[in-house]
């Protein structure tokens, strides 16, 4: 079983910077992609960043350029560094890894991040 704790979210001015981690449980942490969701109030949850075994990323048009998603295997640890925020950057923000191997997803509890403008 995989468990997955984010930490780090708060109270940031527009313009500031913030970054959320996500700790896994487990050994398979180092072997399966990793990404960082969102959902702002009354919206879906969308995608923020993804990061493969390998270092890969990939980011949403919203945040390029101001968000860097990063993995310490050793640590069991993801991050999102987020830079120049905006209030539309306002959120819960999810961490997930997908078990490409059982086709399961596993899920944070979330971190609430709000941008004042």
């Known amino acids: 079983q995989v468990q997955l704790v984010e930490s780090g979210g708060g109270l940031v001015q527009a313009g500031g910077s913030l970054r959320v981690s996500c700790a896994a449980s487990?050994?398979?942490?180092?072997?399966?992609?990793m990404g960082w969701y969102r959902q702002a109030s009354g919206k879906q949850r969308e995608l923020v960043a993804t990061i493969t075994s390998d270092g890969s990323t990939n980011y949403a048009d919203s945040v390029k350029g101001r968000f860097t998603i990063s993995r310490v295997n050793g640590k069991n640890t993801v991050y999102l560094q987020m830079n120049s925020l905006k209030p539309e950057d306002t959120a819960v923000y999810y961490c997930?890894?997908?078990?490409?191997?059982?086709?399961?997803?596993?899920w944070g509890q979330g971190t609430q991040v709000t941008v004042s403008s």
């Open positions: 997930n890894l997908v078990n490409t191997t059982v086709g399961r997803t596993y």
């Open positions: 487990g050994s398979i942490f180092r072997i399966y992609p």
